[in-house]
Nanobody
Framework: EVQLVESGGGLVQAGGSLRLSCAAS????????IGWFRQVPGKEREGVSC????????YYPDSVKGRFTISSDSAKNTVYLDMDNLRPEDTAVYYC???????????????????WGQGTQVTVSA
């Protein structure tokens, strides 16, 4: 079992940057993959990044590649999502999630991750 707490959301103008943090209640540097997802009401939830902290493997879909960067800090049991060149279409509630299976945590499976944070709102104004 792991608890995840997101922070760092807010309001930013298009072209701006935000850093989201996902703090875990225990070490995530064994078998976990941590993913960031986003959801807009009425739309399907989208995986936007994931990382396996143990070896640093990452994944980004085309929609955010080159603009979002995921990283992890073992000392703080925290995963970060740096979002640059934000667009209005990035507006959503962002969630971090943890799972032992890469495809699930990266949003590349029909299954959903086992553990979720409470979400943080990101709003990008035009």
């Amino acid at each position: 079992e792991v608890q995840l707490v997101e922070s760092g959301g807010g309001l930013v103008q298009a072209g701006g940057s935000l850093r989201l943090s996902c703090a875990a209640s225990r070490s995530i540097f064994d078998d976990d993959t941590i993913g960031w997802f986003r959801q807009v009401p009425g739309k399907e939830r989208e995986g936007v990044s994931c990382i396996m902290p143990r070896d640093g493997s990452t994944y980004y879909p085309d929609s955010v590649k080159g603009r979002f960067t995921i990283s992890s800090d073992s000392a703080k049991n925290t995963v970060y999502l740096d979002m640059d060149n934000l667009r209005p279409e990035d507006t959503a509630v962002y969630y971090c999630a943890a799972d032992q299976f890469w495809r699930i945590a990266c949003g590349r499976s029909s299954q959903t991750p086992d553990h979720w944070g409470q979400g943080t709102q990101v709003t990008v104004s035009a």
